[in-house]
């Protein structure tokens, strides 16, 4: 038998006992441990291989909580690894700033909004399938926008909460505009925020039930990359960048206490997630005048909370690694999309936990036999001395994965992972 | 130095101002408008380079498209005061294949192309296969791009490849493509030429296949 049938025969006959194993090997690889074996964390934002394999659409996903959520679970029952890591919805962070007097928003989707959010909210920063893509696209995408101007930046600065809310609202959330729509517009996703977590309860059960560790979640933000999102839009921020950088640092010192605020928000939470946007777009000047002092400044504040800190940093992160020695060892996941994971391993090693490492693309292009090559080597390479958690660098199972390739991918990390 | 090496100094530097200035002064002076946009080529090149070397990042490309692109705006009423006309270096057709709809990364190429000279005719975000087809036979170009930012756009890269290839257009052009997903197992799959993370690296690599194909 197969190393990765026997792992799935497990999880369904004794999930308590791998349950154990699963969150022993994840907490030991944080805490820069040699665990049992290296783990393997698969993601998605949603996975869209998962949907195909589940049968259901992009619409049924982001639309159908429980039909659509459920297919995580035949996802990870299929193809066993040591945690999945999923968001149901598209950001939708701002207003999660907007509202820190609801938690409940960011306890649902971790600041997120989902399929009927958007019908309800009508904002400018989403598109959906079944809506504004075709049913048939797996993953909804957020384009963001420009919804304030350079000029505004002082309004930003001397009250960021009240001008998101009286000004950008009003601009990105076509259902936010005037009063008595607004009004009926947040009762509907009052009542849409108890249904989705209401289904996130039972699709958590049925994870535990599977031996997988679920904790909840609360978000975090850089603020050079809350502007750019949610603000300025990428490109002209990263113009404002050049063109009125006083202003931008004074933006981010005061967005920094919001962003606290609504990552706080989540009395319970144990884990904490902040996307990285623009930090590879950045020389290293830039980043560490207007993007790590901030960021910094809110990884340390979650830490003192006791919170586990996920980073994912997107793109290459290579020229900015060494800032991340700055901060306490074992601080928390750093997730890497394109940066060389050996190159980071050197640098990190015995100091922060470093995922990633296996190019998503692989799975649709390459071989089974490629794909245990590669794990091997990369195993090889990067496990020994522990702290690494083996993962695809983006956050997606492309719907092209071939089932072998991503077996093999499993199969390969079972047989190669023991220290 | 020359006021054109000052010209692409003050680009390369990203000193708007100055760049800016440089180009109002050498048009007052009466000096020829195409020159100032060759240098402009040039300096689309260099910043491409710079890219490579790891000495500019995405920041730093996109400030300086935003230069050329008030360069070429203050040129332009000249040009067409003189009845010039811009030789064109290339040209491209460019989109965001089917299903991805993000565009940050395409238009950051097409402001980079359209500087560095290329006539770009950009065809949007959820481009089919056939529309890629249709506007190579229109517009014969000699380069396509193809962006993409989430993991669906693979499939589609690779769909609109053989949608160029079964239509007997594959020898006519090169095909680049670019996003932030992009590698060389991408390009593999699909089928293309070359791949880029940097509009800069693209814009680049685009200039040396003209080079090539002109020698």
Known sequence: MKLIEELMERQRKEPEIVLKERLDRLSKTIELKEPDRVPLI????????????????????????????KAIVKFVEDYPMDSIFFEVGLEGHVLALAFPEVPEFMIATAGHITGPMHDILRDKYTKFPGRELPLTIPT??????????????????????????????????????????????????????????????????????LGYPVAPLTDAYCPVDFIADFLRHVTNMLIDIYRIPDKVKAACEVLVELILNMAFQVKNAVHV????????????????ELYWPYLKKVILSLKEKGLTI??????????????????????????????????????????????????????????????????????????????????????DIPWGTSEANLRALINAVLKYGQH | MSVSEEFIKSILELDERKA????????????????????????????????????FFIADLVMAGEIMKGISELVRPKLKELGKVR????????????????????????????????????????????????????????????????????????????????AGLRDRVKIIIGGGRVDEYAKEYAGADAWTNSAAEGVRIMLKWIREKAR
Not at chain 1, 275 to 288: A, D, F, I, S
Not at chain 2, 36 to 41: F, R
């Open chain 1, 273 to 288: 997630f902040i996307p990285l946007h623009l930090n590879e777009m950045l020389p290293p000047k830039t980043y560490n």
């Open chain 1, 310 to 395: 996920w980073v994912f940093f997107e793109g290459n992160h290579e020229p900015h690694l060494e800032t991340l020695l700055e901060l306490p060892k074992s601080w928390g996941i750093a997730w890497f999309e394109k940066t060389d994971v050996r190159k980071a391993k050197r640098v990190l090693e015995g100091h922060t936990c470093i995922m990633g490492g296996f190019p998503t693309n692989l799975l649709v292009s390459g071989t089974p036999e490629k794909i245990e090559e590669y794990v091997k080597n990369l195993i090889k390479d990067v496990a020994p001395g522990g702290g690494f958690i083996i993962s695809t660098g983006v956050a």
């Open chain 1, 140 to 209: 909804g995408q957020f384009l963001g926008g420009r919804f304030m101007e350079a000029e505004e930046y002082g309004k930003l600065i001397e009250n960021p909460a009240e001008f998101i809310r009286e000004t950008i609202l009003p601009r990105a959330f076509e259902s936010l505009k005037d009063v008595h729509q607004s009004r009926i517009a947040l009762i509907k996703t009052g009542i849409e925020l108890s249904k989705a977590i209401n289904s996130m309860t039972s699709i958590a059960s049925d994870l535990t039930k």
């Open chain 2, 87 to 166: 030789e064109v270096v290339g040209k491209l057709v460019i989109g965001t294949v089917q299903g991805d709809i993000h565009d940050i990364g395409k238009n950051i190429a097409v402001t980079m192309a359209e500087a560095a000279g290329f006539e770009v005719i950009d065809l949007g975000v959820d481009v089919p296969p056939e529309k890629f087809v249709e506007a190579i036979k229109q517009y014969n170009p000699n380069i396509v791009g193809m962006s993409c930012l989430i993991t669906v756009g693979l499939e589609s890269m690779k769909k609109t490849v053989d949608a160029i290839k079964e």
């Open chain 1, 42 to 69: 698969l993601t998605g934002c949603p996975p869209a291989f998962a949907l195909k394999h589940a049968g259901v659409s992009g619409y049924d996903f982001y639309y159908d909580y429980e039909r659509g959520w």
């Open chain 2, 20 to 55: 800016l200035e440089i180009a109002r002064r050498r048009l007052e002076a009466g000096e020829d408008p195409l020159k100032i946009l060759g240098d402009l080529t040039i300096a689309a090149d260099k910043i491409g380079e710079k890219y490579e070397k790891g000495e």
